[in-house]
């Protein structure tokens, strides 16, 4: 049943063309494909042909015009060889699909009256019968016969529904869309003189909110031909947003299809964060053009080979647009929160995987998030010079190919020389490694001594050292810095590094902009800590110390009670008042840790972690700097306010979430009067959301939320925000019983998964919540995914991954979780996908 990453195979056939023609009806949509192979002289000649399809009415087969009378089965059709000629041949199949009723949102389906499709990574073959892996490369000719007004594919159109796409590509870069929408337009002119048409297509009423994903897109074109030297590659390049969407968005060629969350941006319906995260799938989209449709996977093992690249390249790109120092942190917390969470559980995997059940479950934060940081090491190994050296042999040798991470690794070796041999590690081995450092000074010479610790992990008990870049620059007492920035390499489980000529004891900042994705372990005093934070010129790492400082008082304080220390509040208290700081830098620094956070930290040191205990400790905390700041506050909060017309932008958006963290720290002095006074003079949603959550947060906003819901109640994406604030700021031992009675309301339509999501996702990230001594929100998490599971098996199990925890918690809540996994496991007819989660999560 698992597939494995050894047991690959070219296909027997090369594809050189395939013909489409879709007759677009809601319950029986009819496709003709007509496919022209030829053997694959790479492949072993005399092979029988297997094509996959699943759910597939077939009506007619034939080959070179002759009528084949094989029966498919449950997962695809075998023609044997014996009936496939020596040379070129053209096979036709005609088969009869259910857009309407296809509740997977995978393949072909509609979502609010339109045709779409989501093929990546094995939705084709819900569509015809088709080698359905991305080895597999053709040019595609498509043409649709339906009333909709607008009918678009992949590539340049001919004709009204009539699409060619010149460059080769593997089926999951297919698409379709048909419906009744209308476009917002621009043009874009590549560098070398090509005139490219932009449309975003939305529903009618939409056309107003399509701005910022526009002006994001045209950046992200001028922004890759300027630092990548990739230019587009068409003559008109769209995006659809639809409302009924399984992940943030995809890359289909020429046609890249959004969930209208990550597209639709208006100052009254969006957040700063919508509008960051707008910016950012849109490159993120637009850059795989280049890193994943011109160059693709040679099989799904590789996944990471075009979305850690991917994601590699859309945070540089963020980082160019707002703020490297701010991007770098928000990435790193995320970062701790999803992949280091999931690398320290039992569905660790490595970055590039060796088997797997169900691809559809590797879409993972390791994958993506890792994968990206593995390349931001390689180059910090390589250097900037090296980086692009490769950069550029990788896509003049690939370009047009399915590659794998070894032909990734060889355009680094051959472009600088180096062997990457040990580095490969990072590819092949999950966990998280542990650094402990230790230092000495003696004579003027100091020394550095770090120790790498590979924990074991699924599958995989022993591990070699890997090469860790370790930025690391030296401070003097004055705060001066006396090193700057160096990456040592650590490449054996324990090395020293000297400095020498220093006068005196330096203080260390090491893993500066968090060279490795790895766990840091180090002694280090409060007074270190406030220092760094005061003195450090690298600012990843002097917002580091703060957030060590206040994990360090957090732990102590859950494990042994007590005051807030004085020291950490005057810290913050710096750094939250210093106006030559960046506001959104000093807003991440007064954000504690979230609960989870401590979670893991806890776990991590060796506690078992309270989730209740963990809850009161960090409100006594937040309460504690209240306090302490309080006679400054008001003035902080007056000072940020953001007037005028709304302006997306990272500076301002800084200003607005500092002064929300202000606003929630009022909130526990005056009881959420201030926030009031907010929410009413709101002149964006970023506001009126925050103020809305700080009201809640203090029990105050029961009144706010039902005139909230009145005056949003017919924006979609407004309201998903509302049933998910309801959820995520519900006192623990109550948010079961919200959420049931949410899955209640009308406006619950659980079939949409971003509605699903802003409710049952909701559930899990309310830490104290979900973990709740009871039982109940375990209970109910595992209801509705047993729900769900029939309908849109994707979702459900992209969802369970909030029971990954378990093995964290003490031996009740373990066994409360695994009795829900078990009872999961139970049910009958569960989908391949849930299945592999929670066998995984089970160990079995
Ligand atoms: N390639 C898409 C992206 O990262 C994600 C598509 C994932 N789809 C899925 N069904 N797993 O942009
Ligand atoms: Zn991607």
């Known amino acids: 049943q698992a597939i494995l990453l050894a047991d690959y195979q070219p296909f027997p056939f090369l594809l050189d063309h395939v013909a489409l023609h879709f007759k677009l009806h809601p319950t029986q949509t009819r496709v003709t494909a007509r496919l022209s192979f030829a053997p694959n002289p790479a492949a072993k000649p005399g092979q029988d042909m297997r094509l996959d399809g699943e759910n597939l009415i077939l009506h007619a087969l034939s080959l070179d015009g002759r009528t084949l009378a094989h029966t498919p089965d449950a997962t695809g059709l075998t023609i044997p060889a014996a009936d496939l000629p020596d040379g070129p041949f053209v096979l036709e199949t005609e088969v009869e699909i259910s857009p309407e009723t296809n509740t997977s949102l995978d393949g072909l389906y509609m979502s609010g009256g339109m045709y779409c499709t989501q093929c990546e990574a094995q939705g084709f073959r819900k569509i015809t019968y088709y080698p359905d892996r991305p080895d597999v490369m053709a040019r595609f000719d498509v043409t649709m016969d339906t009333d909709m007004p607008v009918q678009l594919s992949n590539g340049n159109p001919t ?30 002119t590549t560098m070398s003189g090509r005139k490219v048409a932009l449309n975003i297509y939305v529903r009618p009423g939409d056309e107003g909110k399509c701005a910022y994903a526009m002006d994001s897109l045209i950046r992200s074109m001028k922004w890759d031909e300027e630092v990548y030297g990739r230019e587009y590659d068409l003559d008109i390049f769209n995006i659809v947003a639809v409302d009924d969407f399984n992940m943030g968005a995809m890359e289909n060629k020429g046609l890249n299809i959004f969930n209208s969350k990550l597209v639709l941006a208006t100052p009254e319906t969006a957040t700063d964060d919508d509008y960051a995260r707008i910016e950012a799938v849109i490159a993120h989209e637009y850059f795989h053009n280049w890193t994943g ?20 390249r859309d945070q540089k790109f963020s980082g160019d647009m707002r703020s490297h120092a701010v991007k770098r942190i928000e990435d790193v917390l995320a970062l701790r929160a999803r992949q280091f969470r999931e690398d320290g559980g039992p569905l660790a995997h490595a970055v590039r995987p060796d088997s797997y059940v169900e691809i559809n479950n590797f879409y993972t934060a390791t994958i993506y998030e890792k994968g990206a940081e593995v390349i931001g090491m390689l180059r910090a190994l390589v250097g900037d010079e090296g980086y692009a050296k490769a950069l550029n042999l990788y896509f003049d040798r690939h370009d047009g190919q399915a590659a794998t991470i070894e032909d990734w690794l060889k355009v680094f070796e051959d472009a600088t020389g180096r062997d990457l041999t040990q580095f490969k590690h990072w590819y092949t081995q999950a966990g998280t490694p542990h650094l402990t450092v230790t230092d000495d000074f003696k004579d003027g010479l100091y020394t550095l001594t770090i120790e790498q610790k590979n924990p074991a992990a699924p599958g995989q008990a022993s591990k070699d050292p890997k090469v860790i870049p370790v930025a690391v620059g030296l401070l003097n007492s004055d705060g001066a810095e006396v090193v700057p920035t160096t990456v040592l390499e650590l490449t054996q489980e324990r090395q020293s590094f000297a400095f020498e000529g220093l006068a005196s004891r330096p203080v260390p900042s090491i893993l500066r902009g968090f060279s490795a994705p790895v766990i840091l372990e180090r002694e280090s005093s409060a007074e270190e800590r406030a220092f760094l934070l005061a003195h450090d010129t690298d600012p990843f790492n002097k917002w580091e110390a703060g957030r060590a400082l206040a994990k360090d008082v957090l732990m102590r304080k859950v494990i042994a009670g007590g005051d807030t220390p004085a020291d950490w509040l005057t810290a913050v208290e710096t750094v939250t008042f210093d106006e030559t700081l960046d506001p959104a830098f000093r807003a991440l620094t007064l954000r504690l840790p979230g609960e989870d956070d ?5 776990h991590a040191a060796g506690h078992v972690p309270d989730p209740a205990a963990i809850h009161s400790a960090r409100r006594a905390m937040q309460g504690g700097l209240a306090g302490h700041l309080a006679k400054r506050l008001p ?17 301002a958006a800084g200003r607005r979430a500092l002064r929300l963290a202000a606003l929630a720290l009022m909130a526990r002095l005056d009881g959420g009067a201030s926030a009031q006074v907010a929410m009413q003079n709101a002149n964006s949603m970023t506001e009126e959301l925050g103020a809305l959550a700080i009201l809640l947060d203090v029990g105050q906003g029961d009144d706010a939320a039902a005139a909230f819901r009145l005056k949003w109640q017919g924006d979609r994406l407004v309201m998903d925000k509302w049933f998910g604030l309801q959820v995520v700021s519900a006192a623990p031992d109550r948010v079961a019983q919200i959420t049931d009675a949410l899955t209640k309301d009308p406006d619950f339509d659980w079939k949409n998964p971003n509605r699903f999501r802003a409710v049952i996702a909701s559930l899990a990230s309310n830490h104290a919540g979900f973990h709740h001594a009871s039982g109940d929100s375990y209970r109910l998490l595992a209801d509705w995914l047993i729900k769900l599971d029939p309908v849109n098996p994707q979702t459900a199990a992209r969802m369970s991954t909030a029971f990954e925890t378990w093995p964290r918690y003490d031996a009740d809540r373990q066994a409360l979780i695994r009795a829900e996994l078990a009872r999961i496991a139970a049910t009958p007819n569960l989908s391949r996908n849930l299945t592999e989660m929670v066998g995984r999560m089970l160990g079995t």
Not at 166 to 171: I, L, R, V
Not at 635 to 651: S, W
């Open 598 to 602: 401590i979670a893991q930290s806890l």
């Open 293 to 312: 449709n011109r160059i693709t996977c040679r099989d799904w093992f590789q996944l990471c080979l075009k979305e850690g690249l991917t994601v590699y």
């Open 159 to 188: 004709g009204l529904g009539a699409w060619h796409d010149p460059w080769p590509k593997p089926a999951y870069l297919f698409a379709l869309v048909a419906g009744d929408l209308v476009a917002h337009s621009d043009t874009f």
């Open 635 to 651: 003035a902080l909060i007056d000072g940020l306010q953001t007037p005028g017309p709304f302006d997306p932008g990272a500076v």
